[in-house]
């Protein structure tokens, strides 16, 4: 479990993350959605002690993340933040080869090789594991940041917008995958999403956010609510139910609506 007491952040005093009270059970895709500058990826940052908290405790599974080691911590949680600054004549396999340090410490072993490979294969990347960064595409790319955190082999896995730069199909095949590494591997997933159709079809759990604070936690029945998602967004979203998912349909107010005959 991963949770939250009274853990805030401040930029100023007229801007604040918190404090945010927050339990996100062991198990499973937790999806935190909520407009830009929510929140979101600074939630998700902190558990991930990639920033620090100007109060409050943030613990993972029993660990207090701001005063466990750092080398510990690592073997705990893994997190994959939206801009990843990799040297680009690395190959998809060194790259995901990364995610082995906190074992490995940079002296890779036949156990890591397996791990890696195992991870590489999971996001369907094998065939590509001898290519340089810069030579696939941006979708590749950040699927091979995917894989080298699940390379990490942590039990809680942390994304923020893993589907940056990916279209349709590759997000949905993403979000397939993360399904799978929840169900099958059994790892707890933490995702901040935008899309919150994305968020209705592959989540168990749902963390809204709006200016800093924590709106509303439920399932996904529970937060695609018509007026629960207008509580969050400030905008109108139809929702309706489809092949067993609660799903948004929404549009900028005022704007023309073109139906085809």
């Known amino acids: 479990m991963i949770n939250l007491t009274r853990v805030r952040r401040d930029y100023s005093s007229e801007v604040r993350i918190g404090p945010v009270d927050l339990q996100i059970p062991e198990g499973g895709i ?4 909520g407009p830009n500058g929510a929140g979101k990826s600074t939630l998700l940052t902190m558990i991930g002690r990639l920033q620090g908290l100007d109060d409050g405790v943030i613990e993972v599974a029993g660990y207090d993340v701001s005063r466990t080691k750092s080398h510990d911590l ?17 190959t998809i396999r060194q790259l995901v080869g990364f995610g082995r340090f906190p ?7 036949k156990a890591d090789e397996e791990i890696i490979s195992r991870s590489l294969d999971f996001l369907d990347l094998g065939d590509l594991e001898d290519r340089y960064l810069d030579e696939v595409s ?18 809680y896995v942390l994304l923020d917008e893993p589907l940056n730069n990916l279209d ?6 993403t979000m397939e995958l993360l399904r799978r590494a929840a169900d099958t591997l059994g790892k707890t997933v933490v995702v901040v999403l935008h899309d919150i159709n994305f968020a209705s079809a592959y989540s168990d759990h749902i963390v809204a956010m709006r200016d800093g604070e924590v709106v ?13 998602l207008r509580r969050v967004f400030d905008m109108d979203i139809i929702v309706q139910d489809m092949h067993g998912m609660r799903l948004g349909v929404f549009w900028t107010p005022g704007a023309p609506v073109r139906v085809q005959s």
């Open 74 to 90: 690592a073997k705990i949680l893994s997190i994959l933040r939206q801009e990843n600054h990799f040297i680009t004549r690395l």
């Open 216 to 228: 509303a936690v439920g399932s996904p029945q529970e937060i695609m609510q018509r007026e629960m």
């Open 168 to 173: 349709m199909k590759h997000a949905a095949h």
């Open 138 to 155: 941006g979708g590749q790319r950040q699927r091979a940041y995917v894989a080298m955190v699940l390379a990490q082999d942590t039990d």
């Open 30 to 33: 937790t999806s935190l959605i």
């Open 103 to 109: 074992y490995s410490r940079g002296r890779i072993t």
